[in-house]
């Protein structure tokens, strides 16, 4: 993309080093409301309507689903706030299932969670397109697709420059919303307050008269059938854990606020339209929301201004549903870039753009969001069949591995019962809900949601076995460690700018590095006297928490450049170093490389690449081709350049048994 082009779409690079920067990108407790709690309050929209549709003529159950609704919201909230202060550098569920139950249930999570976000956009989306369209003559209807596709475009290039970027453009919205529905909510409660007793007398009535045809067993089933089947209400809970790593500091008392927000409003929203159905005798009608259907009896008789509300809260609700796509943005990545770290996914999803972004996560889920509204035609009904199943797949997993938790390190605090209850609770509900929705979304689209995650499970696993298989290799070349001289180095000499200078690209010091210095000398005998190591430490997201972390990582690799210095100098050769800090590597390599060519001009450039006995068209997604980028840029620039092999055999076979050979 040409550079102007580039700087005006995703704004100019953030300045990795300065303090302010971690300041401006971070959200604090409101803004990270709006970008994590739309998602949940969102499901306002469509979590009650589900619910209060399966009661069918039972109406009188909606008090109770009202009751039942906040308490779960805000039982399972306390239990993710508790979880934010165990792992407060973030991660939500998959890395409470990856440390308490063991790395196989948490790729089983991680999966989970990625499915269920992709979901979150498609839904959302789909869902906002549907109420939109609502209001258009039908023969428009066919521009509703591509609308869809043309809102992801926008949200993804609207996170590509940034979260809070991303947020701030989308935080009137949310203010709309809740003004209008705490009218809405207000407004029942008032206007139908005299009508309380009628209500209670109609409650009663309707539970005696079930209770005489269906009994109590009866009941509890159509209520937790109902129950169930509002699970969307409940999805986005975990959005806050997942993204502590936006939060403004301190991180885990920000997050705890965004909590209580979202609880709260969530909490009140939902019951107090769940309750407004039952005050105002709603019924579903056909081509309308629940939502819709409640606003129209409240404002019944209040003419134009009445009208205008009720088109207001709509378009609220409408544009907000656009918003709660922003959860699936924001913490989809972040979870791909965490499984990354841990191998499970390709490392590139770990890597940061010069905006700080997640771009590549970012991307990669628009995409897939684009082929799932592909795929159900952007059918809302579809997509919320598919939907929550996964969200409580992996509530399930994080109780459960709270539980284990508390139960373990029971002897070391003499409280530990006061904690776990709250996890077993929020077990006992999760657990509940998500064999009752397996159940009944299973044969009706459910089974694609489970088909989807279980291969995404597979190739996760086969990915880590690729990785796994290659570090095995590489740790073979560790062996040729135990070869080199212990004899102290050689006094530091100073480098002459005009000698014949080997300038070698390496990482971490280890066999890779070392390898490589010693090909060099073996294959080019007596050519090179003195050699230069370059380093670019790279700031990916498992690192980019704050200036700290950038100079921790910053000291690594300075202290890995001086190692190679000082081996250099045992073997005799004149040595020096460069490095730099930076979230992309071949840029910044090649602007190192060319500072180094103007003090020697006389440099000759190697950097190692790892070359397969068998290459197959996946070891390409799975390892980047930096070398060979780096060599083309560095040759048009009229460098010499070379990209040495470190030879991987195939992954089955043990490694060779002369490293230094390779």
């Known amino acids: 993309m040409p550079p102007r082009l580039k700087r005006l779409l995703f704004g100019a690079p953030r300045d990795i080093s300065d303090p302010k920067t971690y300041h401006t990108i971070s959200l604090v407790a409101f803004l990270a409301w709006v970008g994590l709690g739309a998602d949940g309050l969102s499901s306002s929209s469509y979590g009650p309507d589900e619910s209060f549709r399966a009661l069918g003529q039972h109406h009188y159950l909606a008090v109770g689903l009202a009751l039942a609704t906040a308490f779960t919201v805000f039982i399972i909230s306390y239990a993710y706030s508790r979880i934010v202060e165990h792992f407060p550098f973030g991660g939500g569920g998959y890395v409470v299932a990856s440390r308490l139950l063991g790395p196989r249930f948490g790729v089983v999570s991680g999966s989970a969670l990625l499915v269920d976000y992709v979901l979150t956009i498609s839904t959302s989306i789909a869902a906002g397109a549907d109420a939109t369209f609502s209001f258009l003559p039908p023969h428009w209807h066919w521009a509703k697709l591509p609308i869809e596709f043309g809102a992801i475009a926008c949200l993804m290039l609207l996170n590509v420059r940034g979260v809070k970027e991303s947020v701030t453009a989308l935080a009137p919205i949310f203010v709309v919303f809740l003004i209008t529905h705490a009218i809405l909510i207000g407004g029942v409660l008032l206007l139908r307050a005299g009508q309380m007793p009628v209500v209670v007398s109609e409650v009663r009535h309707g539970f005696r008269a079930d209770l005489a045809t269906i009994g109590l067993t009866g009941i509890a089933a159509l209520f937790l059938r109902a129950y169930s089947m509002g699970a969307g209400t409940y999805t986005g809970i975990e959005a806050v854990s997942n993204g502590l790593q936006i939060m403004r500091e301190p991180k885990v008392q920000t997050a705890q606020k965004t909590m209580v927000l979202m609880a709260l409003s969530l909490a009140l929203t939902a019951g107090g339209i769940t309750l407004g159905y039952l005050l105002v005798h709603a019924a579903p009608v056909e081509g309308k929301t629940m939502n819709a259907v409640l606003l129209e009896r409240l404002v019944a008789g209040m003419g134009t201004p009445g009208q205008l509300f009720v088109w207001l809260a709509l378009a609220a609700e409408t544009a907000l549903l656009f918003v709660a796509a922003q959860a699936g943005f924001i913490d989809g990545p972040r979870v791909m870039a965490n499984m990354a770290n841990d191998r499970w996914l390709p490392r590139r999803f770990a890597l940061l753009s010069d905006r700080l972004s997640m771009q590549d996560g970012i991307v990669l889920i628009s995409v897939c969001s684009a082929l799932t509204l592909a795929y159900t035609r952007g059918d809302t009904s579809t997509l919320v069949l598919m939907y929550s199943i996964n969200v409580f797949l992996t509530f399930s997993l994080s109780e459960s591995g709270m539980v284990r938790y508390w139960f373990r390190e029971r002897r070391k605090y003499p409280d530990w019962w006061h904690h776990i209850i709250i996890h077993l609770i929020g077990l006992v509900l999760c657990l509940s809900i998500l064999v009752v929705s397996v159940i009944e979304k299973f044969a009706v689209g459910g089974w694609i949601t489970l088909a989807v995650t279980s291969i995404l499970i597979g190739i996760c696993l086969m990915i880590r076995r690729h990785y796994d298989s290659v570090a095995a290799n590489l740790r073979r070349l560790d062996q040729v460690m135990d070869a080199l001289p212990a004899a102290l180095a050689h006094e530091e000499q100073p480098l002459d700018p005009k000698a014949s200078t080997a300038v070698l690209l390496v990482g971490g010091y280890g066999g890779l590095g070392i390898h490589q210095l010693l090909s060099v000398q ?50 005799g050769l004149v040595a020096g170093y460069r490095m730099s800090v930076s979230t992309e590597a071949v840029a910044e390599a090649e602007a190192l490389c060319l500072a180094i060519v103007r003090d020697h001009h006389r440099a000759v450039f190697f950097a190692g690449k790892l070359i397969f006995e068998r290459e197959k068209w996946y070891q390409r997604l799975l390892h980047n081709d930096t070398a060979y980028e780096l060599q083309r840029r560095l040759q048009f620039a009229g460098l010499n350049a070379v990209v040495l092999p470190v030879r991987i055999l195939q992954e089955e076979a043990p490694a060779v048994a002369n490293p230094a050979a390779a």
């Open 522 to 571: 073996r294959v080019f005998p007596n050519q090179y006297k003195q050699v230069i190591f370059v380093s670019v430490a790279v700031i990916d997201s498992a690192t980019m928490k704050g200036v700290e972390e950038v100079e921790e990582v910053r000291r690594r690799t300075e202290e890995s450049l001086r190692r190679y210095v000082g081996l250099a100098r045992r073997l």
